[in-house]
């Protein structure tokens, strides 16, 4: 199997913490929306990764929602044309609250997509304005109940640890996605990342720097929550109601190839990474004049190791010992022990899996199982 990820790279404004790439001018849409059928067609003629039915399909960005709905089923349409997407494909388009309306959702529906990622954040005002979202509490409460009239398979988005946002109104903001009957929710910690309009802000005292404390302890009491509330906490920073598990993302933590479209986009074979160049006129002139404007990497052994150690670690199955060779499990054990003794990780069935204190240090931990 593999899985197709097209990125749309354009937003209605820049949140203040996002470091992905996307334009706020939508100049260059149908130009782009063009360059991204043609490359799915380029990508289709060569041979990077072995012909396999497509499993799952994801519209990311940026914002795919911000499309005209024919858009997405032009790309769609596209992608069937060149590729053997299976009957029962995942096909999930992520979405902001305010662009939810009925005859998107309708064509939505109609164009094959069965599976919609909202990027709700927070219920109340005062975060979405500390966060600059281009919605306001009330599209994101009117957006949800519109779109599980359409929608079963609905996954929002939420973040905790946003400087303000008390435990009492982490736990409304939780409490919000239950009583709608969300169920799958991707909760992350807000970051402070490099070059973002956050992290200016933050240097020169504009904005109020993350609290680690605070994170951590709504990290906690969410894993708590979730857990009577009957969801899976089979990632890091995501809960599933059983059946409801991201097809998508669960094939990336597993290595299964995938392809990535549009600028920016990042594409794996097993061996090989690709990613596109991260400009959209860039994009589009490369893919016009018959070529797809890539860069790549060939893994090493060692690399190949790594990625498995720090993304299997983040996820319920945890780290599979019997693949790894018996140097690397020794070496793996041997530091995994350490962990063992502070009651952060376990290993026990042929696997080490993070207990809920080890997941506040998943990273850190993974960055010391790694092979030199």
């Not at 529906?109 to 927070?122: E, M």
């Not at 404007?293 to 052994?301: A, G, S």
């Not at 599979?320 to 990780?345: F, H, M, S, V």
Request: aromatic letters at 10%; a negative charge.
């Amino acid at each position: 199997m593999s899985g197709i990820y097209i990125h749309i790279p354009f937003c209605k404004q820049a949140c203040h913490y996002c470091n992905f790439h996307f334009s706020t001018s939508l100049h260059y849409r149908e130009a782009l929306v063009q360059a991204i059928a043609k490359e799915t067609a380029f990508s289709a003629a060569a041979d990077f990764i072995e012909r396999e039915p497509v499993q799952t399909v994801y519209f990311g960005g940026g914002t795919p929602s911000l499309l005209p709905a024919a858009d997405i089923d032009l790309l769609l349409n596209e992608i069937r044309k060149h590729y053997p997407v299976t009957a029962d494909a995942e096909i999930t388009l992520e979405a902001n609250p305010d662009d939810l309306v009925a005859d998107k959702l309708e064509t939505w529906k109609r164009s094959g997509v069965n599976r919609l990622s909202i990027g709700v954040q927070s219920f109340f005002e005062p975060d979405l304005l500390w966060m600059n979202r281009a919605h306001n509490a009330a599209q994101a409460a009117g957006g949800l109940e519109l779109a599980v009239q359409y929608f079963d398979n609905i996954t929002i988005d939420l973040i905790y640890g946003v400087p303000g946002l008390t435990n009492e109104r982490w736990k409304q903001n939780v409490d919000t996605a239950l009583k709608a009957g969300i169920p799958h929710l991707s909760c992350y910690a807000l970051t402070v990342e490099p070059q973002t309009p956050l992290d200016k802000m933050v240097r020169k005292h504009i904005r109020e720097d993350v609290n680690g404390e605070l994170q951590s302890e709504q990290f906690l009491l969410l894993m708590d929550w979730l857990q009577h509330a009957g969801y899976e906490h089979y990632e890091i920073s995501n809960f599933a109601k059983p059946g409801f598990r991201s097809r998508h993302n669960s094939a990336y933590w597993k290595g299964v190839p995938y392809y990535g479209f549009g600028p920016a986009a990042h594409s794996f074979n097993g061996t090989l990474r690709r990613w596109n160049v991260a400009h959209n006129q860039q994009y589009i002139r490369a893919i016009h004049s018959g070529h797809i404007p890539y860069e790549e990497e060939v893994l090493t052994p060692a690399q190949r190791q790594n990625e498995y150690v720090m993304i299997a670690l983040r996820t319920s199955e945890g780290i599979a010992l019997a693949p790894l060779d018996g140097p690397a499990r020794q070496q793996l054990l041997k530091q995994a022990g350490i962990y063992r003794e502070r009651g952060w990780l376990t290993i026990d069935d042929a696997r080490i899996r993070l207990t809920n204190e080890g997941k506040l240090f998943a990273d850190g931990i993974a960055a010391d199982l790694f092979v030199n």
